[in-house]
């Protein structure tokens, strides 16, 4: 793994389990929509996919985030939406490619903390269903898991002659580890991030032609 150090506002001790996944990174760029080729990584099985996965913070999430000053941003081209009397926010991205089990996105999500403004940034999120991991690309160019999937409730496969659809529903999304949420804090000057809770409910439909 590449280190990266993760630059404070103020200077504080950084320790191993920081050093060990600083590469999470952090941005305030927006990302636009790509291509399949973009995302084969010199992988010929890529195709050219469209569809949406969208996930929703959990009960408790996003009081939890506001009280403590984080903020969860969509990056361009995915969208966001605040839902008041249930106290969520959705995060929709378009599905742009697919290699094997693995549905990258274009766009991607942001915490910032609206008093440092310091923030982490997850750019093209990959959703892999197989591996149960969510990856992204980093202001530093390089990838990284922040979240995994820690439960699919359902899975549905269609076919139209030349034409699949993947729709995969009722996924329990979680911070990928402790050390993972540890770095998240320290980052962000918080302490509301865990990987002992649900983070995020999220559904997955990805629809392709048949080689």
Do not use: W
């Not at 009960?59 to 361009?76: K, N």
């Not at 820690?150 to 729709?167: G, L, M, W, Y």
């Not at 996924?171 to 000057?189: E, F, G, H, P, Y």
């Amino acid at each position: 793994m590449v280190f990266a150090r993760i630059c404070s506002h103020r200077a504080r001790a950084i320790t191993v389990g920081v050093l060990a996944i600083s590469m999470l990174g952090f941005s305030g760029t927006t990302s636009t929509a790509v291509s399949a080729a973009e995302f084969s990584y010199d992988n010929p099985n890529t195709q050219d996919a469209t569809g949406a996965f969208a996930m929703t913070t959990a009960p408790g999430i996003l009081p939890a985030l506001t009280a403590a000053g984080i903020t969860f941003e969509a990056i361009s081209p995915g969208t966001r939406t605040t839902s008041v009397t249930a106290a969520t926010t959705r995060i929709s991205l378009p599905v742009v490619a697919k290699t094997g089990t693995a549905n990258a996105t274009a766009g991607g999500f942001k915490f910032t903390n609206t008093k440092t403004r310091e923030s982490i940034s997850c750019f093209i999120p990959t959703i892999d269903t197989r591996a149960r991991l969510i990856d992204c690309k980093l202001s530093t160019g390089f990838n990284d898991t922040v979240f995994l999937i820690d439960t699919i409730d359902s899975r549905e496969f269609a076919s139209n002659r030349s034409i699949r659809t993947s729709v995969f529903t009722g996924m329990s999304i979680k911070v990928k580890s402790a050390m993972t949420a540890q770095t998240l804090n320290d980052t962000l000057d918080t302490t509301v991030f865990s990987s002992s809770v649900t983070f995020a409910n999220a559904n997955l439909i990805v629809t392709r032609t048949a080689s």
